[in-house]
């Protein structure tokens, strides 16, 4: 019955498909700011300063980072709601930035977004029926259904009850307005979602039923999720991939397993550290000291060097190419050093790799 | 003549607009359901009855007609002397027809509320030939709800006779405004730019101005009367309104709800009129009444400083202002004052408890249901 609401996809596509889904290339959002009376742009703040990445169908990356490091306005310039400075958004072989406005239309029907706050993210003087059939009725996407029909459908696909449609948003718990937020996105049949934060302002029981309802979601329909969080473990278990951010630098993206447990960059193995485990937790803690720049004011040379333990000379003055191992790729001046001890180092702990550096920092606990 | 005809179309034209818009209203989900809030409370009733009744009194006091003028002696229809044409006479509204009984009840001057004498003694010479200070008995005791002024007219018709005047200011003033707040405000908040700078300045500009003396000059500009004490009373106020829904439109703006639309593919228009609007609807709705209110009680201070609405028109504002030199009389003279008061809080008072129970009624999150 829900079936009729989704195409079906033709055929599963592997994560090296040589068009991707989307391909995002140096891509920069940059925010000005203005002072004065006249409004001069004295600087600006570089949110997401050179992006390059790309996804697959049906694939799953986990951008992860600190608040404000631009993993939201990664997301949101995918969408086409912030204007990107420079750099390619690519979706289905089709140039997103600086396309029009009309033909963008088209295209937003395949790329949606699940927001944090579910909250906000509902109008709350719109009935559920009419806030997750509004997509649908101005594509012409109802496809004769009456719009209580297809907002029956989308509850129930999303485990709400039919009944609910007439119901405002203010009627619904936390998790369940969540749910309408996913159902607003499949509405239009999208390829493509960008889940920021979805179950961050959840409780932790319903995090887990509303993770196990996109994972169920991406499995019938063939979705692909840009999958922003803070929450490794969240991250774990939905992601195939996963993008580390600083300050609006991809520092690090490879497979969940090789990020979560086999981190290369400093940053990374700092962040890993600081997720609790249950149970045994004696090991290191990686604590950073100090707090991210100002990406008004980035460092020169690579972000991360003012907070990294383990700087070097270089790190101050040059940004780190990209060096990848697999599809393993890090932006650190010790791993292009050290290449071949990077490439050993599996061993899961959050130390990382055995290269040759300067003592980090460290805190038992 | 024409005069009349002019009035009648654009009342009748008004009270059609007004039907067809609550018919519309009606029909909608949202307006059906606040009206059964409404109906639940008894204060907004009540209110809505009071407003109804003062609505209802405008109304009657804005269509009318003129009448043949009658020869006194003969009882005949009067008519021109060449052309033997029907003479008319200046034309009465509706309500002064119901009111002819209290219209004709003149008396000679002052006299208190149900009072069966004249407020003031006057010198007489009594059967005894002494000269002595009586009060005279009225033509009409004790019919005077409210007393009669200085020249012997019922204070209460008076009253009666303002509302419209009243209803016209706060009605027409805030039509105007309104519209113009809601789309500078709205369009300077959504779409920012330049738009939004020359709406700023414009602001900055006409609030600068001080509005009495900005009110004053137009009506030296333009002459005093009704139609052009609302228009200068629209341009001065409708800044305030502007500003309150240009700063919720930005905060809208950047809602997840408005940017999941607009990652949805939703028009521009849509996502105004669907998303935006409505949820400033509160303000506008707030804002009106108090606008309402305070612009019948602003005709009141304006027409004190004799820059309000001609002398010829009725209005609260004049009545508060003849009782300026009968509240320095000893004994004073309250009543005229105190009638033109409590029509006005008659007016204000319910327009404020109604608009807030229709806020809370349109509001879904504060539905009872």
């Known amino acids: 019955?829900?079936?009729?609401?989704?195409?079906?996809?033709?055929?599963?596509?592997?994560?090296?498909?040589?068009?991707?889904?989307?391909?995002?290339?140096?891509?920069?959002?940059?925010?000005?700011?203005?002072?004065?009376?006249?409004?001069?742009?004295?600087?600006?703040?570089?949110?997401?300063?050179?992006?390059?990445?790309?996804?697959?169908?049906?694939?799953?990356?986990?951008l992860v980072g600190e608040s404000g490091c631009g993993k939201t306005t990664l997301g949101r310039a995918i969408l086409g709601l912030e204007h990107a400075r420079s750099g390619s958004i690519?979706?289905?072989?089709?140039?997103?930035?600086?396309?029009?406005?009309?033909?963008?239309?088209?295209?937003r029907r395949r790329c949606q977004m699940i927001f944090q706050d579910p909250y906000s993210s509902l109008n709350p003087r719109m009935t559920a029926m009419d806030l997750i059939t509004e997509g649908l009725a101005y594509h012409g996407l109802l496809a004769g259904r009456s719009r209580e029909e297809a907002a029956a459908e989308l509850m129930h696909e999303v485990g709400l009850d039919r009944d609910g449609i007439f119901r405002y948003p203010h009627e619904f718990s936390g998790g369940q307005r969540q749910r309408l937020s996913i159902a607003r996105a499949l509405s239009l049949q999208p390829d493509f979602i960008v889940c920021d934060e979805p179950v961050s302002a959840l409780d932790v029981s319903v995090q887990a039923q509303v993770i196990n309802l996109?994972?169920?979601?991406?499995?019938?329909?063939?979705?692909?999720?840009?999958?922003?969080?803070?929450?490794?473990?969240?991250?774990?278990?939905?992601?195939?991939?996963?993008?580390?951010?600083?300050?609006?630098?991809?520092?690090?993206?490879?497979?969940?397993?090789?990020?979560?447990?086999?981190?290369?960059?400093?940053?990374?193995q700092a962040l890993i550290s600081a997720v609790p485990t249950?149970?045994?937790?004696?090991?290191?803690?990686?604590?950073?000291?100090?707090?991210?720049?100002?990406?008004?004011?980035?460092?020169p040379g690579c972000p991360f060097h003012p907070r990294c333990p383990q700087a070097m000379p270089i790190c101050r003055t040059t940004m780190p190419a990209e060096s990848s191992i697999g599809d393993h790729s890090v932006r650190c001046h010790l791993i292009t050093d050290n290449k071949n001890t990077a490439n050993t180092s599996t061993d899961g702990k959050a130390n990382g790799p055995g290269y040759d550096a300067t003592p980090v920092q460290q805190e038992k606990t | 003549m024409h005069y009349w005809l002019l009035q009648n179309s654009i009342t009748i034209a008004l009270l059609l607009v007004l039907a067809a818009s609550a018919w519309q209203l009606s029909r909608r989900e949202t307006w059906r359901i606040a009206a059964r809030e409404i109906r639940h409370n008894r204060l907004a009733l009540a209110s809505f009855a009071i407003l109804a009744l003062y609505g209802g009194i405008a109304v009657l006091d804005s269509v009318g007609w003129r009448r043949p003028v009658i020869n006194p002696e003969t009882g005949d229809v009067a008519r021109h002397t060449q052309t033997g044409a029907v003479v008319y006479d200046q034309?009465?509204?509706?309500?002064?027809?119901?009111?002819?009984?209290?219209?004709?009840?003149?008396?000679?001057?002052?006299?208190?509320?149900?009072?069966?004498?004249?407020?003031?003694?006057?010198?007489?010479?009594g059967p005894d030939g002494r000269a002595q200070r009586v009060r005279p008995p009225l033509n009409h005791p004790r019919r005077h709800l409210m007393g009669t002024d200085r020249v012997g007219m019922d204070v209460f018709y008076q009253g009666l006779k303002s509302i419209r005047t009243g209803m016209i200011i706060g009605l027409l003033t805030t039509l105007l405004a309104v519209p113009f707040a809601i789309l500078f405000g709205v369009c300077a908040g959504y779409f920012g730019g330049w738009l939004d700078d020359a709406a700023q300045y414009l602001c900055a500009v006409l609030s600068s101005i001080p509005t009495v003396l900005f009110i004053a000059a137009f009506m030296i500009i333009?002459?005093?009367?009704?139609?052009?004490?609302?228009?200068?009373?629209?341009?001065?106020?409708?800044?305030?309104?502007?500003?309150?829904?240009?700063?919720?439109?930005?905060?809208?703006?950047?809602?997840?709800?408005?940017?999941?639309?607009?990652?949805?593919?939703?028009?521009?228009?849509r996502i105004l009129s669907r998303h935006i609007v409505p949820n400033l609807l509160h303000i506008v709705l707030i804002t009106t009444v108090l606008r309402f209110s305070s612009e019948v009680l602003a005709e009141a201070a304006l027409t004190y400083l004799g820059i309000g609405v001609g002398a010829d028109t009725m209005s609260w504002g004049s009545m508060i202002n003849d009782a300026r030199t009968e509240l320095t009389r000893d004994p004073v003279i309250w009543w005229k004052l105190t009638t033109a008061f409590a029509f006005m809080i008659g007016l204000v008072l319910p327009a404020n408890i109604f608009a807030d129970a229709v806020r809370d009624a349109l509001d879904p999150r504060l539905r009872t249901q």
Request: proline residues 7%; glycine residues 8%; contains cysteine.
């Open chain 1, 1 to 62: 019955m829900t079936g009729r609401l989704f195409r079906q996809s033709p055929l599963h596509l592997m994560p090296t498909m040589p068009e991707p889904l989307l391909a995002i290339k140096d891509l920069r959002v940059w925010f000005p700011i203005r002072k004065g009376v006249l409004n001069r742009v004295a600087g600006h703040v570089r949110a997401v300063d050179g992006v390059s990445l790309a996804m697959a169908k049906g694939e799953t990356l986990g």
């Open chain 1, 90 to 107: 690519r979706f289905a072989g089709q140039e997103l930035n600086g396309m029009a406005e009309k033909e963008h239309r088209l295209l």
């Open chain 1, 214 to 268: 996109l994972l169920d979601l991406r499995a019938k329909h063939q979705l692909s999720y840009l999958f922003i969080s803070h929450d490794l473990s969240v991250v774990r278990l939905i992601a195939q991939r996963v993008a580390v951010m600083y300050l609006g630098h991809i520092i690090e993206c490879g497979s969940c397993a090789d990020i979560l447990d086999a981190p290369l960059h400093p940053y990374t």
């Open chain 1, 278 to 299: 249950p149970g045994k937790d004696r090991r290191q803690r990686t604590v950073l000291t100090g707090e991210m720049p100002s990406p008004a004011a980035p460092p």
């Open chain 2, 91 to 125: 034309g009465a509204s509706a309500l002064d027809a119901l009111l002819k009984p209290i219209r004709g009840m003149r008396e000679k001057t002052y006299s208190a509320p149900f009072s069966d004498r004249q407020f003031s003694a006057v010198t007489d010479i």
């Open chain 2, 222 to 269: 333009f002459g005093q009367g009704l139609p052009q004490l609302c228009l200068a009373m629209g341009i001065a106020s409708w800044t305030g309104l502007y500003r309150l829904l240009r700063g919720e439109t930005l905060r809208l703006r950047d809602a997840d709800f408005v940017q999941a639309a607009t990652a949805t593919g939703v028009p521009v228009w």
